[in-house]
């Protein structure tokens, strides 16, 4: 079975600096991988997804993550953290068609 | 574009009433439907999922239930709700079928049970 494994519950930095959260996955195939960002008492919206295609995602806000199947890991980084990153982000691999395995969650803090 | 609307927002309801929660899509034909549960401190819970009208699957044994009546539309159920059903419910959907396909949420609705 899927699993997702993130590292850090809690990440503080300051404003302007860079932002890494970390996620590492097991799978027994070729996953798809996801970044969900969630704001408080709202939904989540998705931030970026890899698919086998390049390792190296770009998604929205100035996030990206590289899939290292080497190492099994998925990390998110962003090079400037800006106040509005402040949330929830959730690392999530797809185990079948519609079942998606979240990890438990990084709550990013952004201070000024 | 594709806009996924539930309501309420949010309810406070007591022990052994009735719920329905409703999820509506639009923007898009023959959706897949989820229903997920966040309860504090244990991640997201996939609940239900429906690949077309009438269809449903459930992922955990509860005292919950789903349908789905119309192609966009799907509603989440219970006859008498518990102290545990509390938590954030959210409604997701997806196009095709695979692992490659993501799920957009719905913004979530607030349930707590008195």
């Known amino acids: 079975a899927q699993s997702v494994t993130q590292l850090d519950s809690h990440v503080s930095v300051s404003e302007g600096t860079p932002v890494l959260l970390r996620c590492n996955y097991s799978?027994?195939?070729?996953?798809?991988l996801f970044w969900y960002v969630q704001h408080p008492n709202k939904g989540l919206q998705l931030l970026l997804k890899?698919?086998?295609?390049?390792?190296l995602v770009k998604g929205i806000n100035g996030f990206e993550a590289e899939f290292k199947k080497s190492e099994t890991s998925f990390h998110l980084t962003k090079p400037s953290a800006h106040m509005s990153d402040a949330a929830e982000y959730f690392c999530v691999v797809s185990e079948s068609g519609h079942k998606l395995v979240f990890g438990a969650g990084t709550i990013l803090r952004v201070k000024s | 574009s594709q806009t996924i609307h539930q309501w309420p927002a949010t309810l406070v309801q007591p022990v052994g009433s009735p719920l329905s929660l409703e999820c509506t899509v639009e923007g898009t034909s023959n959706p897949n439907l989820y229903w997920y549960r966040q309860a504090a401190g244990r991640g997201l819970q996939l609940l239900f999922y429906?690949?077309?009208?009438?269809?449903i699957s459930s992922e955990v044994p509860q005292n919950l239930s789903a349908s789905r009546p119309q192609d966009r539309q799907f509603i989440l159920s219970s006859k008498k709700l518990l102290l545990s059903d509390s938590g954030f419910y959210l409604c997701?959907?997806?196009?095709?079928?695979?692992?490659?396909?993501?799920?957009?949420f719905g913004p979530g609705t607030r349930l707590t049970v008195t």
């Open positions: 890899y698919t086998s295609a390049a390792t």
């Open positions: 429906s690949v077309g009208i009438g269809q």
């Open positions: 997701a959907w997806s196009v095709g079928s695979g692992i490659r396909y993501e799920q957009y």
């Open positions: 799978s027994s195939y070729s996953p798809s």
